[in-house]
């Protein structure tokens, strides 16, 4: 069943004036079934954060719908959209977005202190994420006292504790050295295993190799995808790197005189 379906969506910026319009999304059409691990790959300037902001509802998109389990995000009234995205979506972001003035305890039950839980209710979720992304002796520490794969994994506990139908990670390992890349995305498997639906926008293809399906986009649309199958990490790793390299050939030769 597809939790997530963007169809014909587009997005035109026109400058203050209306002198000039960048067409940032053209017709783009994709599904995400339940479950299912998904990553988005392109070149700067291919759409992919304007995408992921429309995913996120945080912009509208100037044409098409985007359907979270049947609901259309373009017909949220913008006073229910911060609640909307705290009940039913969770972010990791590159910059781990963590507050500095509050321990990771409270930056991961921050969610929960929001939609109205209990003080029981947030001790018996915490506990059990936190163990599983083995921070759980370090919630009495603030972000500044850990290291980024600490505080990434503070964020993915953050992102799961409200149990969202969907994970939206934007560069989650931009951040990171390469062994706490290499943890941050073990972690992501086991939660996708476990029934969690991610949608994860990247550069790298080490960690795109870890999904299960990936979207290639160019101009604003979805030019090509990968699935898994039965590929190994490595074999997709492969199979991605050959990709980039054919688009990037094509655009070359679309450029040339």
């Given at each position: 069943?597809?939790?997530?379906?963007?169809?014909?969506?587009?997005?035109?910026?026109?400058?203050?004036?209306g002198s000039a319009r960048v067409q940032a999304l053209s017709n783009m059409n994709f599904s995400v079934e339940e479950g299912e691990y998904v990553a988005i790959m392109g070149?700067?300037?291919?759409g992919k954060t304007t995408l992921l902001n429309?995913?996120?509802?945080?912009?509208?998109p100037t044409g098409g719908e985007v359907l979270l389990n049947g609901r259309d995000l373009t017909e949220i009234?913008?006073?229910?959209?911060?609640a909307f995205r705290r009940d039913n979506l969770g972010f990791v972001f590159q910059d781990f977005n963590l507050l500095d003035n509050?321990?990771?305890?409270?930056?991961?039950?921050l969610p929960l202190v929001l939609q109205g839980k209990s003080v029981a209710q947030m001790e018996q979720l915490i506990d059990p994420i936190a163990a599983r992304l083995g921070i759980q002796q370090l919630l009495a520490k603030y972000p500044y006292e850990v290291s980024g794969g600490q505080k990434q994994r503070t964020a993915?506990?953050?992102?799961?504790?409200?149990?969202?139908?969907?994970?939206?990670?934007?560069?989650?390992?931009?951040?990171l050295d390469s062994k706490a890349t290499a943890a941050l995305l073990k972690v992501f498997r086991?939660?996708?295993s476990d029934g969690q639906t991610i949608l994860m926008v990247t550069h790298s293809t080490d960690a795109a190799s870890h999904a299960d399906r990936i979207l290639f986009i160019k101009d604003g649309e979805v030019f090509h995808q990968l699935y898994r199958g039965n590929m190994t990490n490595e074999q997709l790793y492969v199979k991605?790197?050959?990709?980039?390299?054919?688009?990037?050939?094509?655009?070359?030769?679309?450029?040339a005189p």
């Open positions: 069943m597809s939790i997530l379906e963007v169809r014909n969506v587009s997005k035109v910026y026109t400058t203050r004036f070149e700067s300037g291919s429309i995913l996120a509802a945080l912009d509208k009234r913008e006073k229910e959209l911060s509050f321990s990771l305890k409270d930056n991961i039950l993915v506990a953050r992102a799961i504790i409200t149990s969202p139908q969907l994970i939206l990670a934007d560069e989650p390992t931009g951040a086991e939660i996708n991605i790197s050959d990709t980039l390299t054919m688009l990037t050939q094509k655009a070359v030769k679309v450029e």
